[in-house]
């Protein structure tokens, strides 16, 4: 099982970039998936989860600005970040983790086994 994120990049606050995530050796269909930053000197935090497009949740900073999707038929997993803040500057990571019957919602950063290597996000002010 391996995911691997791409779409990072340099961007002016207020604009956006569109993160992806490639996986193999898993079915996207089956599994939760999310994406989680961390920034230096700071925690490690969720910033989206998805099951469904139905079952999809987001940090209370990201409401309004983010939108997490599927594509289950590519197995890829996507962020798009529009309306870009200095404070969203971090390394973002794709995780995932089997169903399991849990809501993908209230699964922990602890809960995913499975987890990219990152991709830079800088977002000037």
């Known amino acids: 099982v391996q995911v691997a994120e791409s779409g990072g990049g340099l961007v002016q606050a207020g604009g956006s970039l569109r993160l992806s995530c490639t996986a193999s050796?898993?079915?996207?269909?089956?599994?939760?998936m999310g994406w989680f930053r961390q920034a230096p000197g700071k925690e490690r935090e969720g910033v989206a989860r998805?099951?469904?497009?139905?079952?999809?949740t987001y940090a209370d900073s990201v409401k309004g600005r983010f939108t997490i999707s599927k594509d289950n038929a590519k197995n890829n997993l996507y962020l798009q970040m529009n309306s870009l803040k200095p404070e969203d500057t971090a390394m973002y990571f794709c995780?995932?983790?089997?169903?399991?019957?849990?809501?993908?919602?209230?699964?922990?950063?602890?809960?995913?086994?499975?987890w990219g290597q990152g991709t830079q996000v800088t977002v000037s002010s």
């Open positions: 995780a995932a983790v089997p169903y399991g019957g849990t809501w993908c919602g209230a699964r922990r950063d602890t809960d995913f086994p499975y």
């Open positions: 050796g898993f079915t996207t269909s089956s599994y939760c």
């Open positions: 998805i099951l469904s497009d139905t079952t999809s």
